[in-house]
């Protein structure tokens, strides 16, 4: 088991040299197990939702781009609310495994997009 989480941290780090999202995205959960793969995309997806939020939501002129509306539409599609909660049953779930070390090496992907999860 240690050999493969070493060789998974091994090809993450390798992918993280790659300038395509998905990719690393793809390369950084495959090994895992299904449930601390989607914790991590949906960290990944979550942390990009957030920093599209507009710094004033509520102004007029910015509601009318529908981006205040496309970023809590996300949100709530990647259920962003409940995150911390699922990750940290998680994290217990694996807690005496490698698998929280590469988890943390997925949640610190570099920025993607919607179509990267």
């Known amino acids: 088991m240690r050999r493969i989480l070493s060789f998974i941290l091994l090809v993450f780090i390798a992918g ?3 300038s395509d999202p998905k990719k690393d995205v793809i390369k950084a959960t495959r090994d895992l ?3 601390a793969a989607a914790i991590v995309k949906r960290n990944v997806a979550c942390s990009y939702w957030k920093r ?5 939501p509520e102004d007029e002129d910015v509601r009318k781009t ?3 509306q496309t970023v809590n539409a996300q949100l709530k599609k990647f259920n962003c609310v409940s995150l911390e909660g699922d990750e940290f049953k998680i994290r217990e779930k694996y807690k005496d495994t490698d698998v929280v070390a590469t988890m943390d090496k997925g949640e610190k992907l570099p920025y993607a997009k919607e179509d990267d999860f």
């Open 66 to 68: 529908g981006l205040p």
């Open 52 to 56: 599209q939020m507009p710094d004033d």
């Open 33 to 35: 197990p299904r449930d």
């Open 16 to 18: 993280c040299a790659s």
